[in-house]
């Protein structure tokens, strides 16, 4: 088992590295823009939800709000994604969900994530609820204090509790999958 965990992480070293290698050579001047990452991912402008989900991914990671990814950023949201743990990437989908900042999720935020995640999973997994059912389901298992908002505790807690909201509140969406399937797409 520790040589296929091993294997496993230089298969990601490796992988992490070809990526770093693409942003060189597409990006010399060190800051890549969100198209930039696109075509680096082959994301087409026609597919709504993943271009959504790129954009929301690139936001998170592009920490100096300059509008660009320079390279450190790129490279630390290649690790979090590819290698991060499970606390690591449940710390980072709250914060993306936490649109106004201030430590706490409401509905509306909820909703407009689960909204993206609905539609991509709708692809490879079966969902028999609407975003809105969803969403309320979370707020029903999620919110101890009932007072309509889901605290980072909350968040956290919940999410490492039960399997349900865990597939529904991370982000990553088999963010790894979708990284190495549209890695392919680049060579």
């Not at 430590?103 to 993206?116: A, F, Y």
């Not at 990553?172 to 190495?180: P, Q, R």
Request: with cysteine.
């Amino acid at each position: 088992m520790g040589q296929v965990e091993s294997h496993n992480e230089e298969m990601d070293l490796e992988q992490i590295q070809d990526l770093c290698m693409t942003f060189m050579k597409e990006c010399p001047s060190g800051a890549l823009h969100l198209h930039e990452l696109k075509r680096i991912f082959g994301v087409p402008a026609c597919c709504e939800e993943e271009t959504l989900y790129i954009e929301t991914v690139f936001h998170s990671f592009d920490t100096n709000r300059d509008n660009t990814l320079d390279f450190m950023e790129y490279t630390a949201a290649l690790h979090l994604i590819l290698r991060g743990n499970l606390e690591d990437r449940l710390k980072w989908s709250f914060k993306i969900y936490d649109k106004d900042g201030n430590g706490k999720l409401d509905r509306q935020e909820v909703k407009n994530l689960i909204r993206i995640i609905y539609k991509i999973k709708l692809h490879t997994t079966a969902i028999n609820m609407t975003p809105n059912e969803v969403c309320d389901r979370i707020f029903e298992l999620v919110d101890e204090n009932h007072d309509g908002q889901i605290s980072f505790t909350e968040f956290m807690e919940g999410a490492q509790k039960d399997e349900w909201v865990m597939n529904m509140l991370k982000l990553d969406v088999n963010a790894s999958g979708w990284v190495m399937q549209n890695c392919v797409k680049m060579t």
